[in-house]
C-alpha cells in the first residue's frame, strides 16, 4: 500500500481514499467494474470529484481518464463541481413536470437563494435537476440527500427542508 501511495499519479488522492479503493478493487476482477464505487469514495470524503481526483482514480484503476469520466457523466449521483452539504435533486422527468416540477424548482431556487446548480452562500444546500426516481405515482419527487420526499404540494420548501 505504502508504494502505491508513493507513486506520484495518485497523489490527488488521501491514504485512506486508495485504501478503501484498492480495497473495493479486491472485490471485482475487472478493475473497471469498481469505477463507481472508486467515484463514490472520493465523493463520501470530499462531496464531489475534482479533475486531479478523477485522474487520480483512472490510474489506481488503470483505466483511461476519458472512459472513467464517462462514467463519473453517466452517473448523475456523482458530482463534478463542488456541492453543498445537502443535495436537493428535484425530478424533471414528464410526470413530476406535468405535477409542478418547475414549481419546486423554483420556490427552492428562491427560498435558498441560488441559481440550479449552484450553492448556496452557508455552503449548505445546492439544487440540481434529476431523471425520474421510479416515483411518478407521488409526483412531485424530491430527493434530498438519500432521502425521498413524495407528493409535493404548494409547500414544497417546508416538506423538502423539514428534518
Ligand atoms: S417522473 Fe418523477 S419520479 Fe418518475
Avoid at 92 to 101: I, Q
Avoid at 119 to 131: H, K, R, W
Amino acid at each position: 500500500m505504502d508504494e502505491l501511495i508513493e507513486k506520484s499519479g495518485f497523489e490527488g488522492l488521501s491514504p485512506t481514499e486508495i485504501q478503501e479503493i484498492t480495497a473495493e478493487m479486491g472485490h471485482y476482477e475487472d478493475k473497471t467494474a469498481a469505477s463507481i464505487e472508486a467515484l463514490k469514495i472520493v465523493q463520501k470524503h470530499r462531496r464531489w470529484v475534482s479533475d486531479p481526483c478523477l485522474v487520480a482514480v483512472s490510474e489506481l484503476l488503470g483505466i483511461s481518464t476519458a472512459q472513467l469520466e464517462g462514467v463519473a457523466t453517466f452517473y448523475n449521483l456523482i458530482y463534478r463541481q463542488p456541492v453543498g452539504k445537502t443535495v436537493i435533486h428535484y425530478c424533471n422527468s414528464v410526470t413530476c413536470w406535468m405535477m409542478g416540477a418547475e414549481r419546486v424548482r423554483e420556490q427552492l431556487c428562491r427560498h435558498l437563494n441560488v441559481k440550479l446548480g449552484e450553492m448556496s452562500a452557508d455552503g449548505e444546500y445546492t439544487v440540481l435537476p434529476i431523471v425520474c426516481l421510479g416515483a411518478c405515482d407521488h409526483a412531485p419527487v424530491a430527493l434530498v440527500g438519500d432521502q425521498l420526499k413524495l407528493d409535493l404540494t404548494d409547500n414544497a420548501v417546508n416538506e423538502i427542508l423539514k428534518r
